[in-house]
Nanobody
Framework: QVQLVESGGGLVQTGGSLRLSCAASARIFDSYTIGWFRQAPGKEREFVSTITGSGTRTYYSDSVKGRFTISRDNAKNTVYLQMNSLKPEDTAVYFC????????????????WGQGTQVTVSS
């Protein structure tokens, strides 16, 4: 069983930055691919970014590419999502998720999920 806890959300103005953290309880953390997803009010949850266990491969949705950066510190069992140039449309609850299969954007491929952290970008 893997427990994931997100933190770092908050209220920020357009153009601002936030760094989200995803802390995991996994014993072999570097065997897990970690993904970030988000769900805006009234919308379906969508893929944001993902990173392999070693950290050598990453992938981003087109909507965040060039603005968000995913990284991980396996010594701390933590994955980060640095979010720059934030826009009101980035407002959502952000979730991290983990699986040991592959680098994937498909939500159902992820076995473990955190509770989410709210990000609000004011205009």
């Amino acid at each position: 069983q893997v427990q994931l806890v997100e933190s770092g959300g908050g209220l920020v103005q357009t153009g601002g930055s936030l760094r989200l953290s995803c802390a995991a309880s996994a014993r072999i953390f570097d065997s897990y691919t970690i993904g970030w997803f988000r769900q805006a009010p009234g919308k379906e949850r969508e893929f944001v970014s993902t990173i392999t266990g070693s950290g050598t491969r990453t992938y981003y949705s087109d909507s965040v590419k060039g603005r968000f950066t995913i990284s991980r510190d396996n010594a701390k069992n933590t994955v980060y999502l640095q979010m720059n140039s934030l826009k009101p449309e980035d407002t959502a609850v952000y979730f991290c998720a983990a699986q040991q299969w592959r680098l994937t954007t498909i939500q159902t491929d992820y076995k473990y999920w955190g509770q989410g952290t709210q990000v609000t970008v004011s205009s």
